[in-house]
Nanobody, 121 residues
Framework: QVQLVESGGGLVQPGGSLRLSCVAS????????MGWYRQAPGKQRELVAV???????NYAGSVKGRFTISRDNAKNTVQLQMNSLKPEDTAVYYC???????????????WGQGTQVTVSS
């Protein structure tokens, strides 16, 4: 049974920081690309940051320079350090694990339940 469990969300003032964590179980963590997505009310879910199995990272333009994604394969954990938070960062943040299977690269995706991040004074 695959589980992705997020933690670390909460209420923070603009300019503050939060660190999200996601612990995975039931998968071979090291072969998965791990990502953080977010969904604000009335908006579509969007990619925030991704770290590949090889450690390469990619960020949405809106968070580049403020957020940092990292992974610890020994602990089956991916983290998102969020600095200089803005009200527009308010959303439910979801952890994602993706593995592309076979020569066609068919994606297998797993999602966490989400953690709320609210940036407000």
């Amino acid at each position: 049974q695959v589980q992705l469990v997020e933690s670390g969300g909460g209420l923070v003032q603009p300019g503050g920081s939060l660190r999200l964590s996601c612990v995975a179980s039931g998968i071979i963590f090291s072969i998965y690309d791990m990502g953080w997505y977010r969904q604000a009310p009335g908006k579509q879910r969007e990619l925030v940051a991704v770290i590949t199995d090889g450690g390469s990272t990619n960020y949405a333009g809106s968070v580049k320079g403020r957020f940092t994604i990292s992974r610890d394969n020994a602990k089956n954990t991916v983290q998102l350090q969020m600095n200089s938070l803005k009200p527009e960062d308010t959303a439910v943040y979801y952890c994602n694990a993706e593995w592309k299977v076979g020569s066609l690269g068919i994606p297998v995706n797993y999602w966490g339940q989400g953690t709320q991040v609210t940036v407000s004074s």
